[in-house]
């Protein structure tokens, strides 16, 4: 059996360079979905949207988010699923972990109980899809119950029961609504079905391909997990307790370090006690906050230089003024010239592909 013995400063560089922040920089918007496996749609966008966001730290200020649409909507070289987008390739897995393997008990015994409304909802789809959600009759049996927003959104609920099951499929969107359709008309021909045992193989593999280095298993957080089973070799990280899984491939790569703006839901922090062991990096979203009791800012973006977390950029895209608004610029460690030159330069690039001017209050 093979064991690595890593130093941090090599964990931390196995992880840079499995999300594709190393240089030189990636060049193909596909390729960096497929190699990061998902992108997570968030609504939120006090600079970007998090999917180009996170599309802009790895390709700069070339991308442009007209690509990812036509990737999705036109070329069908990625697709949309619930709160994520992602490539076709784990699209088998990703149902059949839901299919197979039911997170929500309450869930099933729902959708059994509305099982002529599922089937209403699919003879109108092949009937007239694709279709905005708002064009889709309710005719539930019984009402989704909830104590929060979800409450008695029968139509919501079901769309996305469907979708994560393989049922329905997202074919597009007009603002912030979602078309659907059948899978067969948005999914590409010809994607196998799986079974269990294969999916939690294929989804631990693509996902240790992604991050590098992880742990098997831990603590459940919310959305796609940071864990790869038994994927990859076994490592021991210098300094940190426990034992890893280490992608074999990324081990001794030269290393070509960067500067880079990161998205707060950035795979790369996204585990924040991965980010803390590996990096000493501590975050938290502070958005939910009061803003007196904030720290670092409403949305502060991680800053990467290097093989190193060392500081936030809290800003501001305010549109209408035409300005990028940098509020601060957090220093985890004491910034030398060069690393201010090259975080500004960022930011500069930054405010150039959201074609904003950069400003100081």
Known sequence: MVVHHLTKDEARRIAIHAQLLDAPRPTDLVAVVERL????IDPTAVIAPNADLVLWSRLGSTYDPAELTKAIEHDHSLVETVAYIRSPQDLPAVIAEVRDAEPHPFTAAWLETNEPFRRDILALLDKEGPLLSR???DTSIEPWPSTGWTNNRNLTRMLEALALRGHVAISGRKGRQRYWDLPERVYPAGLPTVD???????RNERRLAALGISRST????????PYVGDAGEEAHVEGVPGTWRVHPAYVGLPFEGRTALLSPFDRLIHDRVRAERLFGFEYILEMYKPKDKRRWGYFALPVLHGDRLIGKLDATADRKAGTLVVNAIHEDIRFTRPITAAVRAEINDLATWLGLKVTHP
């Open 196 to 202: 269990l045992e294969a999916a939690v193989q294929h």
């Open 135 to 137: 064009d889709i009759p």
């Open 37 to 40: 496996t998902l992108l997570q």
């Open 218 to 225: 831990g603590t459940q957080i919310p959305g796609e997990p």
